[in-house]
């Protein structure tokens, strides 16, 4: 069985299912900006697109439409004045139930098509959803336009091969046929039917409204789930745009257009009586502690697959690219003002210094030298505005503050307020690097998200690692990076991360960047250690979405 | 990379991994205990293994020993004293953690092997389980030998096959090389490093020590885990004797046997407490609701893969095989004296009756048909013992005696009490057939384990489809069947059971029973109704039992 949709993509869909196996570099979904890859009106026609949505009601066509609500205020300090239908979750629920019947019935091969055309139609928004993106999360243009587009894309792309994948291991029929001997075999004729488990919650964050959403949005829709789509109150256009298109493509391949479907709600007591419906069956969640385990605790009828706060770690032990390790820092810690999942917010460096190409480096060296790569790199205005975007919330904001104040831990670094000229109203800030000892663990051991880092001094090599490891083990962290020329050492950190099970990116000192993971490649989280309980993408993150329902009766 | 063991079995693995492909029939174990197969010493050499362990305490070597226990009563009526080392939860959790290390560094590949060499070991020791299976459980001989020995090896090895699937996925390292226009690539090497979670728990129950065992066993051995083995205390030895196997295959392999230990607990608490240990990563288990919600509840640190009661049912909607249909549920109902998790228990039948080609058949000739039937079929002693076995716990000879009483429903065949000439103190008893409303919910609509079964009366087919899906979703099930000729009805069915997420056997008439599922074919459970929340095998089985650590760096 196949689909008109599968075969247009299918080229996609194999390179796609190649590179999940390799896990080398691939992408159908150009990263850079440019009409020569998205076509010559491409970046007026996505300008026009999101600003066509400024100051007007988004209409979804949803069931259960009871009002419309939308007060996203952008970091960079306009309101967006857009507002989105409310609908009844209940509403919303029962017509993605009575929509998974015919999502079920075009089979895997169906869904995984149209899932692909999906796709490809939000690859060619990727203007407007990346000005949407920047708009409401604060990230300087480039980011919003890769994370935002392209990288989510290859993200939902990822998930939907490793949906694939699993899907099409399960025959649509078997003939058993069980020998006895001398007398006739038994023979059975078995079907197997592979039904979606219900409705999936998807709930987004505020810092990357579709990279975080496509992952759970992708795997459920293509395991035969409907998607009920909880955006966060300041990052609903991303979502909204995707929600309207996926509806489109569905509608017009004669498919109900509310098995996906845009949930606003006016307050958190709303996504929680979704998030506990028993028709609800799946959550993705990327935000806070509290939510997260409260979900987690809470919605025992449903699959929670959750990223959480973790703190991430570098251990220094030594380099031969000193600067080029600094400047890789200075960047990582930069870059959309540390307000990433996978930003390093501790440095553990030993209390002796550390040996480098440059010669040894106290430990006092090294904060002051990583402080200066950092003030050198964001020099110029142009460079820091577009790195930093703006603070997307006014929490990070104040952490900040009380960072600058000293309380956490020696200042090396102080954060700046900088004035963006094409933004006057944006709320700009450069990173705070604090010093503080391996015992100050109330200052360091748990997530200050932004741009606040501390370089954390540890007894010697192997106390820092086995520091990074509690951490881990305790915290949990989506990224761990080590800077050593010596190979135990990168063994005993290897080793490490095994056990606290965390990916390990080691002497980073050109264009890749510790807190950057690439699609295919790059598995974003364990789904082993505090910060996340599942994998942007592996088998697990999709083959507990569907199950395998049979018949059979003899023949 | 390879290993020494996984080429040895190499043909098994690739014949399993075509057979989980394709669902048909194939085993590489014989079910049939026939000297031909095992050898011609088989048969006596497994019935002295078995007698050499009974009255004696069975040794392990296992650290933290701290003392004996064991009190199996045989249900055929003979107390098998034999005592087992109770050992330190904490100190077989610490050997577990510490022997994963190795089990880690073999490798997929040579997990896969290690696991291989075990089964065909478990094999070779067939007719030495039977032995132990039938008097611990109460089983006949044939399907202690079938059902304890190469059906359960089956399921081990389909465990085993899923979990070499998805781990042969993630490639051991891969060469990452991002096109940067005029510029050299970006290039990385990546490498991916499969760990286990942690130590798995396996509880087993007391009616199939090995059957229900062996799935989960083997899935959280594959995969990289250390196995505590915790089973039910009145069938101990078949677990014991399995662990001793794979304990002497990892010695002989330069393996810590320590990897895979028997924990005999002389209290629930004990195992309360070892299964709420933060390295403990994952639990399966078979068994009561109670305990099963418990672990849900309680094991948050763990993946629990429960197997709990449910409430299997058939619907008869109409038949041209009359007297086969009668046969083929009277022994369903009989076999090992209902104590199947899949046996049926109630039977929806229409007011109105059923067409058959016997002509028409009202309602209370069904019921008086299928006493009958069963009373035919059990009217050879040698029959008789051979198929029901013995009753395994005084909690279900009592439910029998309830059931007997009439206060659950008319009593259409009341359970006999019949003398085993071998067994004199065995407590054996014939099926006792209720027959009731719809609306006594109260009496069929919970799990009642045992010869216990009930003929509910239901306005017609389609209320007696729907009382059927509303069974399930509530209550749970692991199987459901349908008697019917007309095609409307089976498609209704069928869509039912979609909802329902149950496996659905149609017009069974031969020598296939809606108890019985085939490994490699037949998913045990869908694990998507209350009775599992896991299926015997998917890949959702196996592909969260481990996780992917990677590493990457410049070249």
Chains 1, 2 share one sequence.
Request: hydrophobic share 40%.
């Amino acid at each position: 069985m196949s689909h008109p949709l599968l075969e247009k993509h299918r080229d996609t869909l194999d390179s796609a299912l190649n590179a999940i196996a390799t896990r080398g570099y691939w992408t159908p979904f150009p990263e850079m900006p440019s009409p020569k890859l998205y076509g010559e009106t491409a970046p007026d026609d996505g300008k026009r697109a999101f600003e066509s949505h400024l100051g007007k009601p988004f209409e979804l066509e949803q069931p259960g439409q009871a009002g419309w609500l939308g007060k996203e205020a952008s970091p960079y300090g306009a309101a967006l004045g857009v507002s989105y239908p409310v609908c009844e979750p209940k509403a919303l629920i029962a017509a993605g139930t009575e929509a998974m019947k015919g999502w079920q019935a075009i089979g895997a091969a169906g869904r995984t098509g149209v899932c692909l055309e999906i796709l490809a139609r939000l690859n060619a928004q990727s203007f407007e959803i990346a000005h949407a993106v920047m708009m409401t999360t604060g990230q300087g243009w480039m980011m919003a336009f890769q994370a935002g587009g392209p990288h989510a894309q290859d993200r939902g792309l990822e998930a939907v091969a490793y949906a694939w994948r699993e899907q099409s291991f399960v025959p649509a029929e078997s003939n058993w046929e069980k020998p006895q001997g001398k007398n006739p075999p038994l023979a059975m004729k078995k079907h197997y039917q592979i039904v979606g488990r219900g409705v999936g919650l998807v709930i987004g964050c505020g810092t990357f409204p579709t990279w975080n959403t496509y992952p759970g949005l992708f795997a459920a829709l293509a395991t035969g789930n409907a998607v009920i789509v909880k955006p966060h109150s300041n990052a609903i256009l991303p979502a909204a745009i995707t929600v309207r298109t996926i509806r489109a493509v569905l509608a017009e391949n004669g498919l109900s257009p509310d098995l996906v479907t845009l949930c606003v709600a006016p307050q958190r007591a709303a996504t929680q009586a979704l998030a506990t419906h028993p028709a609800v069956k799946s959550i993705d969640f990327t935000g806070s502690n509290v939510f997260g385990q409260w979900l987690i605790d809470n919605c025992r009828q449903a699959q929670v697959y959750a990223e959480l706060a973790g703190v991430n770690n570098i251990v220094i032990d030594s380099t031969d690219a000193y600067k080029a390790m600094l400047g890789n820092l200075a960047f990582t810690l930069s870059l959309y003002s540390g307000q990433m999942c996978t930003t390093s917010q501790a440095i553990f460096v030993p209390a002796g210094g550390i040996d480098t190409d440059d010669g040894h480096k106290s430990y006092d060296e090294v904060c002051a030298d990583l402080a200066k790569s950092v003030e050198r790199f964001l020099a110029k205005p142009e460079v820091a505005h577009a790195v930093l975007g703006a603070i997307q919330s006014a929490d990070t904001a104040e952490r900040i503050d009380i960072a600058n104040g000293g309380e956490l831990g020696r200042v090396v670094l102080a954060s700046q307020r900088l004035d963006n000229p094409d933004f006057p109203a944006a709320t700009v800030r450069t990173p705070v690097l604090l010093a503080c000892d391996a015992g100050d663990e109330k200052a360091y051991m748990e997530e200050r998200f932004g741009p606040i880092s501390f370089i954390v001094k540890v007894a010697d090599t192997a106390a820092a690692i086995a520091l990074s490891e509690r951490v881990v083990s305790t915290h949990g962290a989506l990224t761990v990076g080590l800077y050593s020329t010596r190979q135990d050492v990168i063994d005993a950190m290897t080793e490490a991360t095994w056990r606290s099970k965390v990916a390990l990116s080691i002497n980073l000192t050109s264009g890749v960047f510790v807190n950057q993971s690439a699609a295919f490649s790059d598995y974003h989280g364990t789904g082993g250690n505090p910060a996340a309980n599942a994998a942007y993408s592996d088998s697990a993150f999709v083959a507990n979405r569907f199950r395998v329902v049979q018949r059979r009766y003899h023949v």
